[in-house]
């Protein structure tokens, strides 16, 4: 797996990834930037909610849940210092969907969170990650 980072101008880049899409990546008007795009360490919090919504998806649709919306809140605290990683990460996932069964959704999630996110076990080995959940019957 390869990237591509391409400065355009002050603090504005474009990220290319090799399965052909890219991503502008910008920093705010404090640094010389024009907040065109995503920070960085967005972007890291994206991935881990795509990975684990992915997952989750995924293993709901296997177990016959019939999900119809899925949204996935990631909060991330940075340590004040340098180098500002993350500290603790929340992960909250929103499952709306018909007759969901929450051992199905507790099971999906911890599954995401505990064996198949990769990006879940890269961040965690530098940040405490927690996880939830709410089910938003569509029934009702």
């Known amino acids: 797996m390869k990237t591509r980072i391409k400065w355009v101008e002050n603090a504005c880049l474009i990220g290319e990834a090799d ?3 890219g991503v502008v990546i ?7 930037g024009r907040n065109l795009g995503v920070r960085p360490m967005e972007m890291m919090l994206m991935g881990l909610g795509g990975c684990s919504a992915m997952d989750v998806l995924s293993i709901l649709k296997k177990t016959r849940q019939n999900v119809t919306d899925c949204v996935i809140e990631v909060d991330g605290q940075r340590r004040d210092e340098y180098p500002k990683i993350f500290t603790q990460i929340h992960v909250h996932f929103i499952i709306k969907g018909y007759d969901l069964k929450d051992n199905h959704v507790k099971r999906a999630v911890n599954l995401s969170a505990e064996k198949y996110c990769s990006v879940s076990a890269m961040l965690g080995a530098m940040a405490k990650i927690t996880h939830d959940y709410e089910i938003v019957d569509e029934n009702q």
């Open 26 to 32: 910008d920093g705010a008007p404090d640094i010389g």
């Open 19 to 21: 399965s052909g899409h």
